[in-house]
């Protein structure tokens, strides 16, 4: 019976779990703050081997251990990388002195990104530099984000891979980048 039923079983599971810790991740979006891109209870796919050969883009959503507690996985938009100077001037994001629209996919909508002055990385008109092996991240719905602006930087080692595809709610069905 075991060799039928047993063996068969072992070599399935071990496949799966190493396809999710290495390859391909599932994972469900908790909070609002990637709204409209992502919403509250999306599952989405994640890539988790395209970063081993290449670097993240502008623009793509990128999942990664949180800076503050690397037990919690974040999810927002990568806006700028190592050497990149960042400025949020009337509500706009600049990176490199241009407008975050222009450099990221088209595709993506304008957004307005709400600054505090308590934030670190968020003050009106603070211009910085990201330090090297880092990445500057934005949640798509800017008043309901956790991010770069108040957090800082997030270190190239505690990327995870980028969303790839919502695969439900069925509707949703669809490429997240």
């Not at 999710?20 to 988790?48: A, E, H, N, Q, W």
């Not at 309901?144 to 602006?149: E, G, P, V």
């Amino acid at each position: 019976m075991w060799k039928e039923w047993g063996e068969p079983f072992l070599i399935a599971a071990l496949i799966a779990m190493t396809i999710r810790t290495f390859i391909f991740g599932p994972y469900k979006i908790p909070t609002g703050s990637m709204i409209p891109t992502l919403l509250v209870g999306d599952r989405i796919f994640v890539d988790k081997i395209t970063y081993r050969f290449r670097q993240p883009n502008r623009g793509e959503i990128i999942v990664f251990k949180y800076p503050g507690d690397e037990k919690k996985d974040f999810i927002k938009r990568l806006v700028a990388m190592s050497g990149d100077s960042v400025e949020i001037r009337d509500g706009e994001a600049l990176v490199n002195g241009k407008p975050l629209t222009e450099l990221v996919d088209p595709k993506v909508p304008k957004k307005y990104y709400y600054n505090r002055n308590d934030w670190s990385y968020g003050r009106e008109g603070q211009k910085f530099v990201v330090p090297p092996d880092s990445f500057f991240v934005l949640g798509d719905n800017s008043a309901q984000s956790s991010d770069s602006r108040n957090w800082g930087f997030v270190s190239k080692r505690h990327l995870i891979g980028r969303a790839v595809l919502i695969w439900w709610p069925l509707k949703r069905i669809g490429f997240s980048n």
